[in-house]
């Protein structure tokens, strides 16, 4: 085989690769933590307190910041939280479905930004405390995309799917919301226990079923 036709094999082999992955959808996998409105945040940190940026998230504008607080709930309580920016015209804390025995606790399975009717919180910061009295929710398992990505899908926002999780602990989740939006970054967001159930890590990839 001479040099180019070996170049041309290599090719061929990564286009091949390509078109195997391209029904499948990136995974991001997430921890408990938290979203503060300005309000709560000037409490819980001191007045005209601004959030410190430590990375950058999937989704273009959010990130993980430097500041954690503590959640307490009838029960009990959880410790260095992690705050994520930028701040939120409500504030919402999304735990793991186990958090709930530790807090006692019983949250709702909710899409972000759902917050009527859901239970509220204590959150203690370095210079003060804030009671909510909505705002503690289980995150919804979702997929964000853009409408290009949509389209390629054949999904629209809103609509529930399941999607297929390949390994030797894969299997299939349902109730997946599609968030379709012109600013959004293609990746399904899951939490940690979901993650763990099924052997997921960040570089593993879901594909859509109907």
């Given at each position: 085989m001479g040099k180019y036709d070996a170049i041309i094999e290599l090719f061929l082999e990564f286009i091949s690769s390509q078109k195997k992955d391209a029904d499948k959808i990136p995974i991001g996998v997430s921890n408990r933590h938290i979203h503060l409105s300005q309000k709560d945040l000037d409490?819980?940190?001191?007045?005209g307190y601004s959030l410190t940026k430590l990375k950058e998230l999937s989704q273009v504008g959010q990130y993980a910041c430097k500041e954690t607080v503590?959640?307490?709930g009838p029960k009990g309580a959880i410790e260095k939280v992690r705050v994520l920016g930028p701040v939120r015209s409500k504030t919402q804390v999304e735990i793991l479905a186990?958090?709930?025995?530790?807090?006692?606790?019983?949250?709702?399975?909710r899409i972000s930004g759902d917050l009527q009717g859901t239970l509220g919180i204590t959150i203690i910061g370095p210079e003060g405390a804030v009671m909510t009295h909505e705002g503690v929710i289980v995150a919804q398992r979702h997929i964000h995309m853009n409408t290009k990505d949509a389209k390629l899908f054949k999904v629209h926002d809103g609509q529930i799917v399941s999607i297929e999780v390949n390994g030797l602990r894969g299997g299939v989740y349902n109730?997946?919301?599609?968030r379709a939006n012109d600013n959004s970054?293609?990746?399904?967001?899951?939490?940690?226990e979901e993650a763990n159930a099924m052997g997921i890590d960040g570089k593993d990839k879901i594909k859509i079923i109907k």
């Open positions: 409490t819980l940190f001191g007045s503590t959640i307490c186990g958090d709930s025995f530790r807090l006692g606790l019983k949250p709702q399975v109730n997946v919301i599609i970054t293609l990746e399904c967001h899951i939490d940690i």
